[in-house]
């Protein structure tokens, strides 16, 4: 049984919009916290696997991996729970159904869920105690065990570097397709914040001061760039007063320039040539990956994304799909993956995985070649079909496994939600999106949407990916010169302290 809630009650707010979302038998509502500006979101329906989600929009400017190492730090310790790692004790503690934080490229996300009431208040408050009052400010070690911290065994020994941000992004730096997939969005997009790595490039991580580290948390997370959101069968009034009077009240309004504007086309396509590591006895024959992505309109363009997605499966993942046997018979790959993926503008790719390294003007006039002959002969309809009706379903049955529903609601609602205050509720509210496109299906929507988004598209990238035998090596020696040189210019005083500080 949903608790009811009383909008008028909740005087700490005002309401912003509220609609009946029946596709999910749940009532939404959008709120503004008076004081702060702090939005929320309700989310009310009879779900006991109640779900708190806050999240701030984190843009950044360099490659330093600041919101990430803040996703990081933020959970090391909190004025109310100073417990040296929170985390792992409430993990090892609580009856969750999920908890867990995530750094995106633009926005940092703190959710949490359980079934049981007491539980759920509880994790709510250790979440808002971490991100607003985390340990940070007064153990400034949080932010070198986390981030990068100079390592020193002994006064002769050798100077590296090391910390728990660093060492992850080392890891994820040395995947190939990972190294595709983030070269992509960084050259697709190179004025905005999307140009920049948010984890965290290893060769920049170092250049973070404490200070910067300090002024993001001072800038981003406050209740005034917040997104808050509840879902499930929650006492609303009681959590939305609880949230004021506990923390959103204790602050004033700060005018918090987090936007990000759409990145403007390209006067013609471009092309890049990136690296990836491998060993030096490694061979490189069939090693190069060819990407071929374009910025495909906005996120908040109703019902494109879907029309996208259900492109993308009729041209280029389905068994058989055009693009893929095409690359493939003419031998320009083992592999083709690719799809749609979603920032604040989408970015359609096509990527060729174990390519020989001559290929890429071959790669691209065989895409272009198949996608105009789509255009010309009209597009398989009963795989777009298929598609939609594959949308329509996993919407309805929202099956996701062991994890709470409310979670991926919510990742829905942020995928609009955070470029566009007005459109909260976008990727809640499907039904109507799957009957327009329907309809269209039997129109040359699609083949339009081809012509518009893919060929004749100058905000395109076409990337090749090689690999270079002795990357590594390359970067490590580099780094353990500029080390050896730093040393050296260190006083016999600071290097005893630097022993000191490794050992503590
Ligand atoms: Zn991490």
Redesign the pocket.
């Given at each position: 049984m949903t608790k009811n809630f009383d909008v008028t009650k909740a005087k700490a707010y005002e309401l912003v919009t509220r609609e009946e979302i029946s596709e999910l038998n749940s009532v939404g509502y959008v709120l503004r916290h008076i004081k702060t500006g702090a939005r929320v979101m309700l989310l009310l329906n009879d779900d006991n696997n109640k779900v708190f989600n806050i999240a701030f929009r984190t843009p950044v400017m360099n490659d330093t991996g600041v919101p990430?190492i803040l996703?990081?730090s933020v959970l090391c310790g909190s004025k109310k729970y100073s417990a040296k790692d929170p985390f792992v004790e409430l993990v090892k503690g609580s009856l969750n159904t999920f908890l867990n934080a995530m750094?995106y490229p633009d926005k940092t996300m703190y959710p949490v869920a359980s079934c049981n009431d007491k539980d759920f208040m509880n994790l709510m408050d250790v979440y808002m105690d971490a991100v607003l009052n985390p340990n940070i400010y007064t153990r400034d070690e949080i932010f070198r065990q986390e981030g990068w911290n100079y390592h020193l065994d002994s006064e002769d020994g050798e100077l590296t570097i090391n910390g728990?941000?660093y060492n992850?992004m080392k890891g994820v730096m040395s995947s190939p397709d990972s190294v595709v997939s983030r070269e992509g969005y960084h050259n697709l997009f190179p004025e905005n914040t999307y140009s920049f790595e948010s984890?965290g490039d290893p060769e920049f991580i170092p250049e973070l001061t404490y200070e910067e580290f300090i002024n993001f948390h001072k800038t981003y997370y406050h209740p005034s760039n917040s997104y808050i959101y509840l879902y499930g069968d929650v006492d609303a009034n009681e959590r939305l007063d609880w949230l004021d009077e506990a923390y959103l009240s204790k602050y004033d309004a700060l005018e918090v320039n987090s936007s990000i504007p759409e990145h403007k086309s390209f006067d013609a396509p471009i092309e890049k040539e990136v690296f990836y590591a491998v060993g030096k006895d490694e061979s490189v024959d069939k090693k190069t990956y060819f990407s071929y992505a374009t910025v495909a309109g906005s996120v908040l363009e109703e019902g494109l994304v879907t029309a996208m997605e259900m492109l993308s499966y009729s041209i280029l993942s389905m068994p058989g799909a055009p693009i893929q046997k095409a690359l493939i018979d003419a031998g320009i790959c083992e592999e083709v993956y690719g799809g749609l993926e979603t920032v604040n503008q989408n970015i359609f790719t096509i990527t060729a995985k174990n390519c020989p390294a001559d290929k890429k003007d071959e790669f691209v006039r065989i895409i272009d070649e198949t996608l105009k002959k789509i255009v010309a002969e009209g597009i398989n309809k009963d795989s777009l079909r298929a598609a939609l009706n594959k949308k329509e379903f996993d919407f309805r049955e929202a099956d996701f496994g062991s994890y709470p529903k409310g979670l991926f609601y919510c990742m829905d609602m942020m995928d609009s939600w955070l470029y566009d205050d007005n459109k909260p509720f976008m990727y809640l509210k499907m039904e109507s999106v799957f009957n327009d496109l329907r309809e269209k299906i039997d129109t040359d929507y699609f083949e339009k949407l081809i012509e518009k988004y893919i060929l004749n598209n100058n905000h395109k990238l076409i990337l090749t990916t090689n690999p270079k035998k002795g990357l590594t090596e390359e970067k490590e020696e580099k780094l353990a010169k500029k080390l050896a040189e730093y040393k050296a210019t260190l006083t016999d005083e600071e290097i005893k302290k630097m022993v000191a500080d490794t050992k503590h």
């Open positions: 990430h996703e990081h750094t728990v941000v992850e984890g």
